[in-house]
């Protein structure tokens, strides 16, 4: 299971930092990778980080604002979300998707586990 949180209300320009805690589970061979879904959009994903944190995916609209990073003795991973802006506005999920290679790096929604999701919503 995971679970997320860190949401909420953030004016533009603001930084909020979401995090995903696992729990029943170990993440040390997980590829993970924040996603989110506007209001009537498809789920896309934003930041994506390999088993090993060396490799990191980020989306062109997010690229240079958000940091993605993992904590494997917390089984945690983080989405840093600084400098936001009102088209952020989104449910946010992490997902979890096993990895046989260390370097590997999964954005498609495809995943082997899923959080609740956390709303993130951002004011001009």
């Known amino acids: 299971q995971l679970v997320e949180s860190g949401g909420g209300l953030a004016q533009a320009g603001d930084s909020l930092r979401l995090s995903c805690a696992a729990s029943g589970i170990g993440l040390t061979n997980y590829a993970m990778g924040w996603f989110r879904q506007p209001p009537g959009k498809e789920r896309e994903c934003v930041a994506a980080?390999?088993?090993?944190?060396?490799?990191?995916y980020y989306a062109p609209s997010v690229k240079g604002r958000f940091t993605i990073s993992r904590e494997s003795a917390k089984d945690t991973v983080y989405l840093q979300m600084d400098s936001l802006e009102p088209q952020d506005t989104a449910v946010y999920f992490c997902?979890?998707?096993?990895?046989?290679?260390?370097?590997?790096?999964?954005?498609?929604?495809?995943?082997?586990?899923w959080g609740q999701g956390t709303q993130v919503t951002v004011s001009s």
């Open positions: 997902a979890a998707k096993y990895a046989f290679y260390e370097g590997s790096i999964y954005t498609s929604t495809v995943a082997d586990y």
């Open positions: 980080i390999s088993r090993s944190g060396e490799n990191t």
